[in-house]
């Protein structure tokens, strides 16, 4: 006898071998015991998820003379003939290549014949999404009201292609992907059945690989067994799926992570020069970025993952140079140059220039890219890090060496020059960005943040000897509005100083929220607007406040406020508010308006 595919002779012939789709096989098994059955059936789900096998299991149950917990008993008369080929009581089409309107009007011709063996005449069209829009029309009215007899269960993989008057006439099933566990069970005893010795991690990996197809997985498991006649390993399977090296991509990752792009580019080279495909080897990158996401955040991700004790020491190893958004960003980088791929005509190039991308991080400006720089600059100034006034070289996690703290300049006064009392042109209040602060190239070095010193603001403070002026109605009313000057400063000259110093002192995330943020100012207050939600967010942690009000305050000692924007509804109430501080000024005097 020829050989026969392990999907083919472990094709379950019960609901109890249907793994997986529990909620289908329930409904299924209640409808043989109560004798509900339906005349149309309609099987839709993912490849390799038992639509055909379940379709067939259910033709011979309603069929069979004593069927056994749903199931056919296999033993009885009926079930006997349905198994040979020649029976015509159940007939399977394949819509694929016969989607025509000439093969339904054959089937309406010959669904008036009852069956020969059993009770009731099945129907099983597999990929019915392939039949003319013809055929549809064909099949509708014997699909709604067939004879007694006759049952239709139509099975597809995209069933969205169905017109909805099949949809509405059918008793739908969806059926889902089965998890790697079921599968990897499954294999399992497969492989005892057949004799093959193979290890734990190895029939995780294939049934990985099958994506939640089970014909998929004994497909590659198929593959397997013939590789080799001694134990399965898992590297043998990686071989057999043409994966490339964990170890070789967890060094990629790593060599990423610490910055070392040169390291990574070589890396790439062999890797390509050695036949790996490019496509291939970005989504291997991808999914080894993955499990370090799921290592860095989860508890239990030795149990997730399900690898190899030293493969999963690696990358623990690798999470532990990186944070949750340099990993993130990283994936982002990889994804994209993925989604490229397919319509460039040199995919090296773009996997070369996401790699650099992504080991160079002070060249991305990406929101995730940034506080991942920050994070790993936190983690030098904790470990105690140098600042000094020469040029910065990139901080990259896993290579911090801790030094000597060099002790902080105090600084008492300073002159305040006149390009830091320079007028700003505000509109409606909202600054306009400043112009670009020299960055210190002219003089041959960076300047360090010591360096930078911020201008100082004198104040006016009453003595005894001041008497107070007289306030005017009108005046009265100017000052104690919210937009009104205080301290002699308005709302949008002291949000465009405090915009020019957070970019001066490089807190460029700071810097970048604020740009899209309005102030106005509430007596000693100011009150920051954010427009989104990303914005409120980020000017929102503790870390940011602080250094927020820090610098609002050596502009002009205000209190700082964050709110977020509201839109017309803030407009209005700012105005009855507005309006309700003007009537408190004139009380019940009347002011009388002529021409």
């Known amino acids: 006898m020829a050989y026969l595919a392990l999907y083919r002779r472990f094709r379950p012939s019960g609901f109890d071998g249907l793994i997986g789709q529990e909620h289908v096989v329930q409904t299924l098994i209640n409808q043989i015991k109560t004798d509900r059955i339906g005349h149309a059936y309609l099987f839709c789900g993912a490849r390799g998820t038992g639509k055909t096998s379940a379709a067939k299991i259910f033709a011979r149950a309603i069929n069979c003379l004593s069927p056994v917990n749903g199931s056919p008993c296999g033993k009885c008369e009926v079930c006997k003939a349905l198994a040979d080929n020649s029976n015509l009581d159940i007939l399977e089409m394949d819509a694929a290549s016969n989607n025509k309107v000439e093969n339904v009007r054959e089937i309406r011709e010959k669904i008036q014949y009852p069956p020969v063996s059993g009770r009731y005449k099945v129907y099983i069209i597999d990929e019915v999404h392939m039949l003319t829009t013809e055929a549809f029309n064909a099949l509708l009215k014997t699909l709604e009201e067939p004879p007694k007899h006759a049952v239709f269960i139509l099975a597809t993989t995209e069933v969205h292609k169905l017109p909805s008057t099949i949809l509405s006439r059918c008793m739908r099933f969806d059926f889902r992907l089965i998890p790697t566990a079921k599968i990897a069970e499954l294999i399992g005893k497969i492989y005892k059945e057949v004799g093959k010795e193979y290890e734990d991690e190895a029939i995780t990996a294939i049934a990985r690989a099958g994506a939640g197809s089970v014909r998929d997985a004994l497909s590659i498991a198929d593959i397997c067994v013939s590789y080799k006649e001694s134990k399965l390993t898992y590297s043998d399977v990686l071989e057999i799926l043409g994966a490339t090296d964990t170890n070789k991509i967890t060094s990629l990752v790593g060599d990423i992570f610490r910055g070392d792009t040169g390291g990574s580019l070589e890396t790439v080279e062999k890797l390509c020069e050695s036949g790996k495909s490019v496509g291939v080897l970005c989504k291997d990158i991808i999914s080894r970025l ?169 104040r006016k403070t009453a003595t005894a000897d001041t008497k107070p002026e007289e306030v005017k109605p009108r005046e009265q009313a100017a000052e104690q509005s919210p937009s009104g000057n205080t301290a002699g400063m308005n709302a949008g000259k002291l949000w465009g100083t405090v915009i020019r110093k957070l970019r001066a002192e490089k807190q460029i995330v700071l810097w970048i929220a604020c740009q899209e943020m309005t102030a106005t100012l509430n007596g000693r207050t100011l009150v920051v607007r954010a427009s989104d939600e990303a914005g409120y967010n980020a000017v929102t942690k503790q870390a940011n406040l602080e250094i927020l009000s820090k610098i609002v305050k050596s502009v002009g000692d205000f209190e700082v406020e964050i709110r977020k924007s509201n839109g017309e509804a803030e407009n209005k109430s700012k105005f009855d508010e507005d309006v309700e501080k003007v009537k408190n000024v004139f009380g019940s005097t009347v002011v009388k308006v002529e021409d």
């Open 290 to 458: 993955r499990e370090i996401i799921v290592c860095k955040t989860c508890k239990n991700g030795r149990e997730i993952l399900e690898l190899p004790e030293d493969a999963y020491g690696e990358i623990v190893k690798a999470a532990e140079l990186a944070d949750e958004n340099r990993i993130l960003r990283t994936i982002e980088i990889f994804s994209e140059a993925e989604g490229n791929m397919r319509y460039a005509a040199s995919p090296k190039i773009l996997l070369e220039c996401a790699v650099v991308k992504s080991s160079r991080p002070e060249t991305d400006y990406n929101l995730d890219a940034l506080l991942g720089r920050i994070s790993a600059l936190e983690k030098a100034l904790k470990d105690g890090a140098v600042v000094s006034g020469e040029k910065p070289k990139p901080i990259f996690m896993g290579e911090i060496k801790s030094a000597e703290v060099k002790p902080a300049t105090v600084v008492t006064k300073t002159e305040t020059k006149a390009e830091d009392n320079a007028p700003y042109y505000f509109d409606e209040g909202e600054p306009v960005p400043p112009p670009e602060e020299p960055s210190g190239m002219e003089t041959g070095g960076y300047k360090s943040i010591n360096e930078q010193k911020p201008p100082v603001i004198e």
